[in-house]
């Protein structure tokens, strides 16, 4: 499942650039979203997200160290900002509450919230440890 999220990477307090936000849901690995950032100048950028932790950042401060989020719709907004930092730097996203909101929703008719271990083919992780080690 892919939706596809207009966004805005937070420059300044002022100035803003728009870019596209792709997110994957996959109900093979139930447990994360698949976040891929486009902008008109860059290469797409992706991060894996906890699926919980977007849910959690709609209500209210979700996560802490490279990722975090929060929603502004307590304060009269109707975003939610994301944070992501690397070591080449922190990117501020402002996203609409809503649009996060329906892709949620949708994750979970697919695969409803404490029944992602039923969704996890556990003899193929076992053996991607094995091949690991």
Not at 7 to 26: G, H, I, K, W
Not at 76 to 88: K, P, R
């Amino acid at each position: 499942m892919v939706q596809e999220v207009a966004a805005q990477l937070v420059v300044t307090r002022d100035y803003s650039l728009p870019l596209c936000m792709c997110l994957r849901y996959e109900p093979s690995d139930p447990y994360v979203v698949h976040a891929t950032f486009f902008t008109h100048s860059d290469d797409p950028g992706e991060w894996v997200l906890g699926r919980d932790l977007l849910a959690d950042g709609l209500s209210g401060s979700a996560g802490d160290g490279d990722i975090r989020i929060w929603s502004a719709t307590g304060h009269g907004g109707q975003g939610m900002y994301i944070t992501l930092g690397s070591s080449a730097g922190t990117a501020l996203l402002e996203v609409p509450v809503k649009d996060v909101k329906t892709f949620l929703e949708n994750t979970e008719a697919l695969v409803p919230r404490g029944a992602e271990s039923g969704h996890i083919d556990w003899d193929i992780e076992l053996a991607n440890l094995r091949a690991e080690s």
